[in-house]
């Protein structure tokens, strides 16, 4: 990577609004082939794609992850998510990613417990297709639990959800890189952001093993609802958070 980023690019970048201007010029020189190549990413760039679309890959819990354009990129709040399915999981342990976009979530998890047997699944053939090359393990395509082959019923050890949570009417709010660039699909939750989280809470003991968690990435505004949908279908469920990562989970177990 050079050293220090080529002038007439951050001078393009910031003049668009990128705050990390420099850094950005960096990475982009660095995936350039050639100079016609350059500009091409820049120009994308500037016109407001998310920097993960255009490079090609997405940083995430230490890992590289394929990003191709249109999928949701994986967000740094998710990391409290990663750590406490790490926390719950053990060498062996059955882990299903569940929305999985890119497969960011469960391989991440994989990567911090050894020999853990990972599924994935997401509606997005684009995303699925990414996870298929990020995901150390099985991945399917398909509306939630129907994806999934019969042999994981009962069996889910732990199931992580990075479902969406945005209420419809906030999809507006979000910054143009997630509102005009991601799948409406993996951000839209519905009117009040928890249509898929319930989804998921309802059947999720029917797939998990006893004892076994689903824990949901939500917003500290829809935790109530999720915690509720959790407790609806029979789990015991708390909330969890972290200040510095600005980031909720909903952890519920099966009992055993």
Do not use: K
Not at 156 to 169: C, F
Not at 225 to 250: I, K, M, P, S
């Amino acid at each position: 990577m050079p050293t220090a980023p080529d002038p007439a690019v951050v001078a393009r970048l910031r003049a668009a609004g990128c705050v990390f201007a420099e850094e950005e010029a960096l990475l982009l020189v660095e995936a350039a082939a050639s100079a016609a190549q350059l500009d091409g990413l820049v120009a994308r760039r500037v016109a407001g794609e998310p920097l993960e679309q255009v490079l090609g890959w997405a940083e995430f819990c230490g890992l590289r992850f394929v990003v191709e354009p249109g999928v949701f990129v994986p967000r740094q709040r998710t990391r409290l998510l990663v750590r406490e399915a790490a926390a719950r999981a053990v060498p062996g342990a059955v882990v299903l990613d569940l929305c999985c976009g890119v497969g960011a979530v469960g391989a991440a998890v994989a990567a911090a417990v050894p020999s853990v047997e990972l599924h994935a699944a997401d509606l997005d053939p684009v995303a699925v297709r990414c996870a298929g090359r990020n995901v150390p393990g099985s991945v399917y395509v398909g509306d939630l639990y129907d994806a999934l082959p019969e042999s994981l019923r009962g069996r889910v050890d732990v199931l992580v959800a990075n479902a969406p949570y945005v209420p419809t009417d906030a999809i507006g709010l979000m910054p143009p890189e997630a509102r005009d660039h991601e799948a409406r699909a993996a951000l839209d939750g519905g009117v009040d952001g928890l249509d898929v989280q319930r989804r998921v809470a309802a059947a999720a003991p029917d797939w998990l093993a006893p004892g076994g968690a689903l824990l949901i990435e939500t917003g500290r505004q829809q935790a109530p609802g999720t915690l509720a949908a959790c407790a609806g279908a029979g789990l015991t469920a708390r909330v969890v958070e972290d200040d510095d990562l600005a980031a909720t989970v909903v952890v519920a177990v099966r009992e055993a």
